[in-house]
Structure formats: structure tokens, C-alpha cells
Nanobody
Framework: QVQLVESGGGLAQAGDSLRLSCVASGYTASRYTMAWFRQVSGKEREFVAAIFRGSRTYYADSAKGRFTMSRDSAKNAWYLQMDSLRPEDTAVYYC??????????????????WGQGTQVTVSS
């Protein structure tokens, strides 16, 4: 059974950094497309970043230049380094994974597997 477990959320002030982690079990993460999404209560889940089939990385415009997604195949894990945080980054962050997602769907919430979410709160 595939499971994704996130960690690393918490409270931060504007300009601070946080690093989110997602550890996968039940499959080999390096062969999957891995992603980060975020969601504010009452709003749709929003794409943040993704690594498509273990190679190319994509970012939402809001994340470019501030967030960095990386992976550690040996640990079956991927990460989201968030720098220069802003209050508008406040959300529940979810990691996601899928083995068959096509490139055109990478930024959509069509992933098969999801973590439980971790809250990130940024104060001004």
C-alpha cells in the first residue's frame, strides 16, 4: 500500500524559511511524478511544484525563485525548501505522487496518492 507522510510545517515569520519533507512507502518514488500542492480553506487545491518522472522540475509562478523542490531517491523522499516566505504562503501543504500522470496534468490535482497535509502559517 502506498503511503505518503509529510513533515516540516509550522509557524514562520515573513522572510523566514521552512523545509517540508515527504517520505513515500510502498513504491519506488524515483519512478513517479512527485509534487507539492497547497490549499487554503474554502479554496481549490493549488499546484506548487513537481518533479516529472524523476527528472524535470516545474514550479508555479508564485513559487519560482523562492521555493526549491528536490528528491532523495535513496530515502524515497522529496522536499520543498521554502525561502522568503510570505503571509500568502499560509496554507495546508500536501505532497502527491502518481506513476502514470502525463505531462499536461502535472500541475493539476489528479495525482493518485496524497499525504495527510501539513500546515504552514506565515505571519507578517
Amino acid at each position: 500500500q502506498v503511503q505518503l507522510v509529510e513533515s516540516g510545517g509550522g509557524l514562520a515569520q515573513a522572510g523566514d524559511s521552512l523545509r517540508l519533507s515527504c517520505v513515500a512507502s510502498g513504491y519506488t518514488a524515483s519512478r513517479y511524478t512527485m509534487a507539492w500542492f497547497r490549499q487554503v480553506s474554502g479554496k481549490e487545491r493549488e499546484f506548487v511544484a513537481a518533479i516529472f518522472r524523476g527528472s524535470r522540475t516545474y514550479y508555479a509562478d508564485s513559487a519560482k525563485g523562492r521555493f526549491t523542490m528536490s528528491r532523495d531517491s535513496a530515502k524515497n523522499a522529496w522536499y520543498l525548501q521554502m525561502d522568503s516566505l510570505r503571509p500568502e504562503d499560509t496554507a495546508v501543504y500536501y505532497c502527491a505522487a502518481d506513476s502514470a500522470l502525463i505531462l499536461s496534468s502535472v500541475t493539476t490535482p489528479r495525482y493518485t496518492y496524497w499525504g495527510q497535509g501539513t500546515q504552514v502559517t506565515v505571519s507578517s
